[in-house]
T-cell receptor, first 110, second 117 residues
């Protein structure tokens, strides 16, 4: 069965501290992994996808197939990073039928 | 370039009624996906439409149905509403390459908040 697990519903860190949002998945095959973000009063938007191997707004995520994880990291948190973060997967080569985790609400304290 | 739009913003219905939600895809996109997001949960895939046909469906009963029009806009219809249908309904559009290759990012609309009493 396809499943995405985000173990932390809430995460609070201080500005300037490192951030790591955890994501684990189960999937038979090679999935494509995504992080979506929803800022206050804005729509859900793509933050990054593993095949792009980009750093967006200072965030990176590495796909670890051995641990079936796709954790999102940022070395120095900023107040504007406060948002709801969702990890999602789809079958490889197809960005359809996204399977989302429950989400982690990240709060950056000044 | 216009983004994904959805209407209405909010809707209140009673159990047993039927509802139609609408979505206009982003300019240039030909694929629409619908998701249900219950309170405190992540979005859950309902179905996807490509070239006016259903192209993949999640674990939702047949009373959830949809349409896609030639201009790529879409409707989500839910019959015999139940209390558990209360949720935020999200529409997402993307561009499938010729031959139905779905690799593009999905762009989400603001959602329609449905409350079933």
């Amino acid at each position: 069965a396809q499943r995405v697990t985000q173990p932390e519903k809430l995460l609070s860190v201080f500005k300037g501290a490192p951030v790591e949002l955890k994501c684990n998945y189960s999937y038979s095959g090679s999935p494509e992994l995504f992080w979506y973000v929803q800022y206050s009063r804005q729509r859900l938007q793509l933050l990054l996808r593993h095949i792009s191997r980009e750093s967006i707004k200072g965030f990176t995520a590495d796909l670890n197939k051995g641990e079936t994880s796709f954790h999102l990291k940022k070395p120095f948190a900023q107040e504007e990073d406060s948002a709801m973060y969702y990890c999602a997967l789809s079958k490889s080569g197809g960005a359809q039928k996204l399977v989302f985790g429950q989400g982690t609400r990240l709060t950056i304290n000044p | 370039e216009t983004g994904v739009t959805q209407s209405p913003t909010h809707l209140i219905k009673t159990r047993g009624q039927q509802v139609t939600l609408r979505c206009s895809s982003q300019s240039g996109h030909n694929t629409v996906s619908w998701y249900q997001q219950a309170l405190g949960q992540g979005p859950q895939f309902i179905f996807q439409y490509y070239r006016e046909e259903e192209n993949g469906r999640g674990n939702f009963p047949p009373r959830f149905s949809g349409l896609q029009f030639p201009n790529y806009s879409s409707e989500l219809n839910v019959n015999a509403l139940e209390l558990d249908d209360s949720a935020l309904y999200l529409c997402a559009s993307s561009l499938a390459a010729s031959g139905g290759v779905f690799t593009d990012t999905q762009y989400f609309g603001p959602g329609t908040r449905l409350t079933v009493l």
